[in-house]
């Protein structure tokens, strides 16, 4: 059991002692990991650490100006909003596979970061890893942004003050400190955002299906009153044949996921309610351009990740 009020005293000792009189910057995503992350660095250093919220495009719906009205207008964080969006999806053009996709992400994260800090004179970088992202990447499952996505050469130093915690303790430091529900909540999400739940090459056409069946999903989810571990939606590879009016039509199709877990190691597809499923495909293929199927995978973890990528 998590004696929180401990955790939090050490790690803030911890990280001032490591930081010093230094300069930190950390990866905001508004997640609850790099939250936490954030809010724990900036009550040990105060204005001395630069949160850098890097919209690279593969944001959900709404999401940078969610960030920029909680953590730099009500919590006084030192805040850095990078519009890169073209530069992400330029490095990512023509790419397919999840795991170039990954590492490509993971470099231009840091390059950016790293420019960044070179303007601040930072030396350190703080990242919101938790225990399952270094066990799946050290275990091959998959590599993370801030694990095995890293490139060599890096020039910052490390901070992971949330490193050896999983997602259920991460929530818990989040409430004592004093970050809203909206935030110690939130259902997790990649670090590369909807490129990962986009399978195959990412499109700016894709990027907007998906962004707008996602936030769909998370609508009706929370609606229904039902509290998964994660919800979300993937825009799989290819066309499926549908029809529009009396008119034969290829579309795309989006697989909706809803799973239970309670530290991610491992994850149980959820039985959402045949009503809830048949409003989400409903509003899915009527609002979303381009869609004519949605599927509901049932797939547990293992064998399958929770992600699609």
Do not use: C
Request: charged share 30%.
């Amino acid at each position: 059991m998590l004696d929180v009020d401990r955790f939090i005293a050490e790690a803030t000792e911890d990280i001032r002692t490591t930081i010093g009189d230094g300069t930190a910057i950390i990866a905001l995503s508004g997640g609850v990991d790099s939250s936490a992350a954030a809010v724990l660095v900036h009550k040990a250093i105060g204005k001395r650490l630069v949160a850098v919220f890097v919209d690279h495009g593969f944001m959900r719906k709404g999401e940078r100006e969610e960030i920029e009205g909680l953590f730099k207008e009500k919590m006084g964080l030192n805040l850095r909003v990078i519009d890169a969006a073209e530069q992400f999806l330029r490095a990512l053009k023509g790419v397919t596979d999840p795991e170039k996709k990954r590492k490509i992400i993971g470099e231009h994260f840091i390059r950016v970061f790293e420019e960044v800090a070179r303007k601040e004179e930072a030396e350190f970088l703080v990242q919101g890893t938790i225990a399952p992202d270094w066990i799946e990447s050290e275990g091959g499952i998959k590599s993370h942004h801030n694990v095995a996505g890293l490139p060599g050469g890096m020039t910052l130093r490390l901070v992971e003050p949330l490193r050896d915690l999983y997602k259920d303790e991460v929530r818990i430091v989040a409430r004592k400190l004093g970050l809203p529900e909206s935030i110690s909540e939130r259902m997790p999400f990649p670090g590369p955002g909807l490129a990962v739940r986009i399978v195959g090459e990412i499109t700016p056409e894709k990027l907007e299906v998906v962004r707008e069946a996602n936030a769909i999903v998370e609508e009706e989810i929370r609606k229904a009153g039902l509290k998964p571990w994660q919800a979300l939606a993937a825009l799989l590879e290819g066309k499926t044949v549908g029809v529009k009016g009396d008119i034969r039509d290829y579309g795309y199709t989006i697989a909706v996921r809803v799973v239970e877990s309670v530290d991610a190691m491992t994850a149980n597809a959820m039985e959402v309610p045949w009503e809830v499923l048949r409003t989400i495909m409903k509003r899915i293929t009527r609002e979303v351009p381009g869609v004519t199927r949605v599927l509901y995978d049932l797939t547990d973890k293992p064998p399958a990740t929770i992600e699609f990528e």
